[in-house]
């Protein structure tokens, strides 16, 4: 993941749009690039991290393939996986950097 990985983020309306994620050297920052566009996420940032449907509060429309990161800032970010074991994967690994930060 250091290298970058492509994958799919969900808009609010639903839409799917291709990004590049990666985590920084040193394992404590998750970059995610859409277009010239780079949002830098502190992974001591990611509250939690909620994988598939059945999230309260937001307005994004989520299925079994989502993974979503709920940010300190209260801002929400959703990845749509290929699969479930992407999906498992990807939440397993992101968590296990992000609990290595706090």
Known sequence: MVKGRKMNVL???????????????NLDTFRIKVGGQTRNIEL????????GEGLEGIATPLDE??????????DCITFRMADIND?????MCLL????NQK
Do not use: P
Not at 65 to 74: G, P, R, V, Y
Not at 87 to 91: C, E, G, K, M, Q
């Open 65 to 74: 393939l989502c993974a979503t990161l709920m940010l300190a800032s209260e």
């Open 87 to 91: 999906r498992d994967t990807f939440v």
């Open 44 to 51: 001591r940032d990611i509250e939690e991290i909620h994988a």
């Open 11 to 25: 808009a609010q309306n639903g839409s799917i749009k291709q990004c590049t994620a990666t985590l920084s050297r």
């Open 96 to 99: 296990m950097f992000c609990n």
